[in-house]
């Protein structure tokens, strides 16, 4: 089966700028994942989608992320205006409900952002 | 709150030999999983192994293997006969079981393991 699939693979931009990454999860897989990894640190849980719903975004910042996932399918996240501290790898993963605890996540490669 | 510590920055391991990477967690709850990911240069996330809280039994994939202590909370992951290819960054994770599919993963800080030919 294809994997997840998220573009841009990079992406340098200006602080202030705005900028949006994509996610083509797994085929059938209604939990979606947006997590942010700052450099030597693990991924943070940025939302949770479960099909087009959210089910978790405590820790988005909401004043300049948003995130949409339209037909359950693809989801873009959105940074507005970015800031220096923004500069992370975006990482996206979808899973199965009924085999997320056997199987856990598929991730995709992620985004690196760079804000200079 | 729950929290994972890696407290390895970095490992080095001689090619074919064994190497143990330390996890800790805190939670207060009974029921959950614990997940080793891997993550190489290619950033992307791959599962190395999991382990149920509820099974006493350790859980081994292949050359992979857990030492699961629950009461001491501790998740250490046993890599043997490393390879070349086993050097990335590894990461420990914690899933609550409550709630169903809500639940996230939260990670620690991970650890770099490096091969030595």
């Known amino acids: 089966e294809a994997g997840v699939a998220q573009s841009p693979r990079y992406k340098i931009i200006e602080k202030r700028q705005s900028v949006a990454f994509w996610c083509n999860p797994i085929s059938g897989h209604a939990t979606l994942y947006w997590y942010q990894q700052i450099l030597g640190q693990g991924p943070k849980l940025l939302i949770q989608f479960q099909n087009n719903g959210v089910v978790d975004d405590s820790q988005l910042p909401k004043d300049r992320f948003s995130a949409e996932r339209l037909k359950g399918v693809d989801s873009t996240l959105k940074i507005q205006p970015a800031k220096l501290e923004d500069s992370a790898v975006y990482l996206c993963?979808?899973?199965?409900?009924?085999?997320?605890?056997?199987?856990?996540?598929?991730f995709g490669s992620g985004t690196r952002l760079t804000v200079v | 709150a729950q929290t994972v510590t890696q407290s390895q920055p970095e490992m080095s391991v001689q090619e074919a030999e064994t190497v143990t990477l330390s996890c800790t967690y805190d939670?207060?709850?009974?029921?959950?999983?614990l997940f080793w990911y891997k993550q190489p240069p290619s950033r992307q996330m791959i599962l190395v192994i999991r382990?149920?809280?509820?099974?006493?039994q350790n859980a081994t994939e292949n050359r992979f293997s857990v030492n699961f202590q629950k009461a001491a909370k501790s998740f250490s992951l046993k890599i043997s006969d490393s390879q070349l290819g086993d050097a990335a960054m590894y990461f420990c994770a914690y899933r609550t079981n409550y709630g169903g599919s809500q639940g996230n993963l939260i990670f620690g800080k991970g650890t770099k393991l490096s091969v030595k030919p």
């Open positions: 939670t207060s709850e009974s029921d959950y999983y």
């Open positions: 993963a979808s899973s199965l409900i009924e085999t997320i605890s056997r199987h856990g996540y598929t």
């Open positions: 382990q149920e809280a509820y099974k006493q």
